[in-house]
């Protein structure tokens, strides 16, 4: 059974700084391009940040400069180093795995709520 467990996010002011976790299991996690994709309010998901396998990273524009994506194989998991926070950073943060092969397998977490707030 595939798991992706998010953790590490909470209520932070702005200009401040959270780590998200994610802990993946049931998958070979290596192979797997890791992501972090983000839902506001009353908005559609978005990409926050990818990692391959082999380590790079793709970020949004909005977060270029802010945020850091980082993957350890041996630990089957994946971070999201949140710098520098603005209130528009609020939403749920998913991680996602996902896999072209001969077919597609794309695996979603639970969520996270990261709250950016005075």
């Known amino acids: 059974q595939v798991q992706l467990v998010e953790s590490g996010g909470g209520l932070v002011q702005p200009g401040g700084s959270l780590r998200l976790s994610c802990a993946a299991s049931g998958i070979f996690f290596s192979v797997y391009v890791m992501g972090w994709y983000r839902q506001a309010p009353g908005k559609q998901r978005e990409l926050v940040a990818t990692?391959?396998?082999?380590?790079?990273?793709n970020l949004a524009d909005s977060v270029k400069g802010r945020f850091t994506i980082s993957r350890d194989n041996a630990k089957n998991m994946v971070y999201l180093q949140m710098s520098n926070l603005k209130p528009e950073d609020t939403a749920v943060y998913y991680c996602?795995?996902?896999?072209?092969?001969?077919?597609?397998?794309?695996?979603w977490g639970q969520g996270t709520q990261v709250t950016v707030s005075s």
């Open positions: 990692i391959t396998s082999g380590g790079a990273t």
């Open positions: 996602n795995a996902d896999r072209w092969d001969t077919i597609r397998r794309n695996y």
